[in-house]
Nanobody, 114 residues
Framework: QVQLVESGGGLVQAGGSLRLSCAAS????????MKWFRQAPGMEREFVAG???????WYADSVKGRFTISRDNAKNTVYLQMNSLKPEDTAVYYC????????WGQGTQVTVSS
């Protein structure tokens, strides 16, 4: 079981930037594909970005060109750099492995004001 801890969220104005981090426990982190998800109030959790074990990224259309996912296997950490933030990016952001861990982290709140 991999434990996941998200951090880096906060309140930012539209057009601003934030960098989220997801720290994972366990020696097998480097072998996992990692994904970021988000969940806005009253909405289902949705995929945001993913990165393969080898570093190949992919993105939801809604964030393409604005968000960048990266990973540091030496630190067991995956990052999400979020630029040009919009109010519709407001959500709790989570990370998980692929296949997913049964237990999700607590998430980190991102609030973008207009």
């Amino acid at each position: 079981q991999v434990q996941l801890v998200e951090s880096g969220g906060g309140l930012v104005q539209a057009g601003g930037s934030l960098r989220l981090s997801c720290a994972a426990s366990g020696r097998t982190f480097s072998s996992y594909t990692m994904k970021w998800f988000r969940q806005a109030p009253g909405m289902e959790r949705e995929f945001v970005a993913g990165i393969s074990w080898s570093g190949t990224p992919w993105y939801a259309d809604s964030v393409k060109g604005r968000f960048t996912i990266s990973r540091d296997n030496a630190k067991n950490t995956v990052y999400l750099q979020m630029n040009s933030l919009k109010p519709e990016d407001t959500a709790v952001y989570y990370c998980n492995t692929l296949p997913p861990q049964s237990s999700w982290g607590q998430g980190t709140q991102v609030t973008v004001s207009s």
